[in-house]
């Protein structure tokens, strides 16, 4: 078997185990308002990126698939209907992106997708929409055939959309990667962490962000 058979073996198993985990994570009942953890004090240390989640309506996009950029799409239309067909404002509005799964990369910042050329990379293990470099969900992401800036990364941000990056994730991608390339899978992992995306938050595992964010009252979209 060759070594590139190898690595979309190992890449087929990393997805299977990310989804059928986070499918177990997003069947779990979402709590009462009164327990939930958005109105319940102090965070607990892995919570705290759901600090700030007060709005009147609030959405977790759980996008594991880059899916042609649509996951950007769902965010932009959420925060646009809510403007236009209920008169709500963006501050009274909370919406949560996720990376991981086949997105990891792109909670990354440019020089790490030309650096390691992740394009290159996701296409050899079968991600055929990964883009191109530099990181293309940043600023200008084509979607169906067309530059959506207002569907960007940091479009959605400056309206307040956070994003966070799997954890669990990171390590499995860049080690995969790191193995493709004949390079160091530590020294990979320590640099792709330390070159995330501004504003984006790190977080130790998506399967317990999901169950954290369905009892803090999110609701729930998959892509």
């Known amino acids: ?54 709005g009147d309506h609030r959405q977790l996009f759980d996008s594991p698939d880059p899916a042609g950029g649509i996951p950007l799409v769902h965010i932009m239309n959420f925060l646009d209907t809510y403007n236009k067909a209920f008169g709500v404002s963006d501050q009274k509005l909370s919406t949560v ?61 400056k309206r307040g959309t956070k994003f966070i990056l799997c954890n669990n994730a990171l390590g499995i991608f860049s080690g995969l990667l790191a193995q493709s390339q004949g390079l160091d899978a530590t020294v990979v992992y320590e640099e792709m962490k330390a070159n995330i995306l501004p504003g984006v938050e790190l977080v130790p595992a998506m399967v317990i962000a999901i169950e954290q964010a369905q009892r803090a009252g999110l609701a729930y979209h998959r892509q």
Do not use: C
Request: hydrophobic share 50%; no cysteine.
């Open 97 to 157: 992106g996720t990376f991981y799964g086949k997105t990891t990369f792109h909670g990354l910042n440019d020089a790490m997708w030309t650096k390691y050329r992740i394009a290159e990379f996701l296409k050899s293990v079968g991600v055929n929409d990964a883009g191109a470099t530099p990181n293309p969900w940043r600023t200008a992401p084509t979607i169906l055939g067309m530059s959506i800036a207002p569907a960007s990364i940091e479009a959605l941000q």
């Open 1 to 54: 078997m060759s070594s590139r058979v190898n690595r979309r073996v190992a890449l087929i198993a990393a997805l299977t185990l990310i989804g059928v985990a986070t499918s177990i994570a997003a069947a779990r009942p979402v709590a009462e308002p009164e327990t939930a953890l958005v109105t319940a004090g102090p965070f607990a240390p892995e919570a705290k990126w759901l600090a700030g989640l007060n």
